[in-house]
């Protein structure tokens, strides 16, 4: 074995386990469960899957694929269409295996994002008989240092059989020391999970199992997919500027203090331009317990207004990419990456009383929110980390443009098709429109608020006359059964909702 | 003051506040808003709200009621049809304050238990002005001795301006020191909750509040409400059956031991009759977690099968209620009764494991439970903790029976009318007919299970004409929109389902 990856393999007896991606993926056999690496398109194990597919280009080879998130690289493409995942956990966003998830070729279990492993650990699930880990590195004892993300990685090295690890000679070995691997304790003598703030330090920097588990090193060169982050239009800076003035409102009140609650806020466009809005904002010394970090913790960090950042992964675009990255020592020591049971645990969660901030695919006249399926039926990406987050912050917001598809979709309906959150778990709707603030009102109370604050002027006499005529006819959460779907119903048949 | 209550009101200074329920009463203002003790009707304050129902008669007084759960008495009922009761949170489950409720005449704010005080101490909800809450004795620093609930009256008291506190002398001395009153540290300092098993004490024996904030003190001597358990029938032995042989499966497959989980049990008959099921089985040791403790719990301690049990009130049938008061003794040392906000809370039903086991409304054919509301529309009692324990468990079961009235309704449809636990939180279902293990499931694969395992034959055929022609529509839920709701209106419009 070559000396280059002495640094990078420091147990000189696993430098014999080195082989191509095409062998270690034999140990992969059809039937299997394997758990891999990879967290909002961030640390996904890249040779070895690519290998299987290839293989399963010959031979028929399905598996069960868990991982943390989804992949990047289109490794869930690529892994769908070649007929390998038959059933996918906790979470995916890729438009292809999504087709076939919905064609009902593909079983997909959408798990909230810290229950996966839990439910691997207490056999609920299958173990992992194999797990495929991108790492930085491996220690002298056998530690594997995780790359960009944690996600489900260490429970699925610790939990399966056998270990293959990709050796990413491409992610910055300065990345060593930023995680934090802390596993529960099992139980009855499960202990507290001692975090007691963002930067609290509770565990490894590695993943420790033993080196004989180890069952091959591929190493690779490959660098995670970058985001495509759509740059602020006028909608998402009016959603970050209702979101800001409530908040500040809430600091005159004296409810929060202006360096807020820590924040934890969801991938995508709009919960990116949120967090971009508290860069002109008066907040200071903010603090980040999330589970993805995108470019906005950073631009934050570099104007002066956040802190600390923990999460359980680092995605970001392509030029924002390179300047992290290239800048890891001057972040190194206001960041922490964790595994996602931890980043999005209900007990810390609660603890830390989060400004949790996430994004609605739509949301119905009394606060329930879906955040899944289109028209009912369909899935998009999966529950993800929302529902960790939205049951137990201080603050749980959702966010949306009033509508969608030129206006042919309204992000506000009678009734959601699908019940992601419910109205127990909503305390915050934000549109361009304006913000409604639901907390401590009764069903009947939200509806009027929601339809003048969030709904787009274009939907809001008729949503306001279906609460007028459901009221009418009584009840807690008034409905008129016949129509509630009826929005829904119209899209799918003729691609508009009026 | 009469010496009678020196033993109950041991600070003497606070014993010229005693006055009568009619004077206490005069505390309470237009428009306040007011925490009441109470918990599954049992351990509210009994004759200060009749008083304040009384004075309504000749001023109008409205008042935001709330409490820990239910009250006993029909208190709800007088107070809501005094008009009394303007807004009530967090639940509730009396037959006249809920037709108010659905008439758009009381704002009821349907809370997970867990949340209330978390809600208050951070402003998100208005703080009491007052809190009304029943003791069995004050200690001489003017600490508060519940009675037989605990509900959230510690932190009502802590956060109300002024106390009163009703001596309850028909409550037995006996119950001092079942009480562990632990309250969660202020954030951002919030240290992580002590508990690590059922017997954990980690607080005081009493509410601990400056004793010049308790204004008034007045006596009273009204019994709790008992509980009307139904007796078991066939179909509540037969759901218990079906548990206890998943129960037994699991620990013959290793990943239970026959000491089981600790256990949780929402209230009323069918919960009631699970447990009893435990009698006859071959576990031991077993130890609660819960909010409600029932006959069940003493029951199984009497019978030798439970070594502890923790909840946050104690309801009992007539015999039960007179048999364990008179044997408060014997059974002390192997109860606690927590604040609601721990029974229930996320840090440590996720930190025990707990196995939860609710009773459902409805459910449907992708797993998704309805614990609230008839027809989409009308409020039953409310979610009450259901949620706190259905998310955070080990294993989150639903018990119901398949149909009710006779069989005009089936409990599982096409799609439930309103959700409270989503397809994320629920792992089994139970009813008479059966068991469905959803773990690890893809919405496809529930289904025909749910239809097999638990529907009534009666409603078999139509599930499953309605799943096979949703499944030729495609989805990863797959539904036809159309008809998803439309066994709820037949239902509303001639009172079947079919």
């Given amino acids: 074995m070559s000396k280059a990856y002495e640094d990078r393999i420091r147990n000189a007896a696993l430098r014999s386990r080195v082989v191509s991606a095409a062998e270690a993926s034999e140990l992969i056999e059809d039937g299997m469960v394997v758990g891999m690496s990879g967290f909002t398109r961030s640390g996904e194990a890249k040779a070895v899957p690519l290998a299987l597919a290839e293989r399963a280009k010959t031979i028929p080879i399905k598996i069960t694929l868990m991982t943390g998130a989804s992949l990047g690289n289109d490794l869930d493409k690529i892994l769908a269409e070649a007929h390998v995942t038959a059933r996918r956990i906790p979470f995916q966003s890729d438009p292809g295996l999504r087709r076939l998830i919905n064609a009902g070729e593909v079983m997909f279990i959408d798990q909230h994002l810290s229950e996966t492993v839990e439910q691997l650990r207490t056999h609920q699930l299958p173990l992992p008989d194999i797990a495929v880990v991108e790492a930085v590195a491996i220690t002298r004892d056998g530690g594997i240092i995780p790359s960009t993300s944690v996600g489900n990685s260490a429970s699925f090295a610790i939990l399966a059989k056998k270990v293959i690890v990709e050796i990413n000679i491409n992610q910055p070995l300065g990345l060593e020391g930023l995680h934090d691997i802390y596993i529960p304790t099992y139980r009855p003598n499960r202990m507290p999970i001692p975090i007691v703030a963002p930067d609290s330090r509770v565990g ?28 602020p239009d006028d909608d998402t800076r009016a959603i970050a500027g209702h979101l800001i003035d409530f908040l500040k409102h809430e600091v005159t009140k004296g409810y929060l ?43 934050l960090m570099d104007a002066g207004k956040m802190t600390f950042a923990s999460g359980s ?116 709707l934000v549109t361009e429109v304006g913000l409604a603030d639901l907390r401590g009102l009764a069903p009947r109370e939200r509806a009027p608020l929601i339809i003048r604050n969030c709904v787009h002027p274009a939907y809001r006499p008729a949503l306001m006359d279906y609460f007028t005529r459901a009221k009418a006819m009584g009840g807690h959460t008034p409905h008129v059964l016949e129509e509630a779907l009826s929005w829904h119903i119209r899209l799918r048949d003729t691609g508009r909702m009026a």
Avoid: C, W
């Fill in 204 to 231: 490894l920097p590695y993943i420790p199992i033993p080196p004989e588990k180890i069952a091959a090193i591929v190493v690779t060169e490959k660098a995670d997919s970058t985001a495509t982050i759509n740059p």
């Fill in 257 to 299: 203090d202006d360096r807020l609650n820590p924040l934890q806020a969801g991938i995508g466009t709009i919960a990116n331009a949120v967090l971009h809005g508290l860069i002109d904002s008066p907040f200071h010394d903010l603090k980040m317990y999330s589970e993805v970090l995108q470019d906005s913790t950073f631009d």
């Fill in 313 to 428: 992964s680092i995605t970001l675009s392509a030029q924002k990419y390179v300047d992290v990255l290239s800048r890891l020592g001057e972040f190194k020591s206001r960041l922490i990456l964790r595994p996602q049971e931890i980043s999005n645990h209900p007990e810390v969660v609660r603890r830390l009383g989060l400004i949790a901030i996430n994004t609605a695919l739509e949301f119905d006249i009394y606060g329930n929110v879906n955040s899944t399926h289109t028209t009912g039926t369909n899935m998009m990406n999966g529950i993800g980390g929302s529902g960790d987050f939205a049951r137990n912050a201080y603050l749980s917001i959702f966010v949306t443009k009033s509508i969608a598809k030129g206006g042919a979709i309204s992000s506000v309906v009678p009734m959601v098709s699908h019940v992601d959150h419910t109205e127990h778990d909503v305390d915050i």
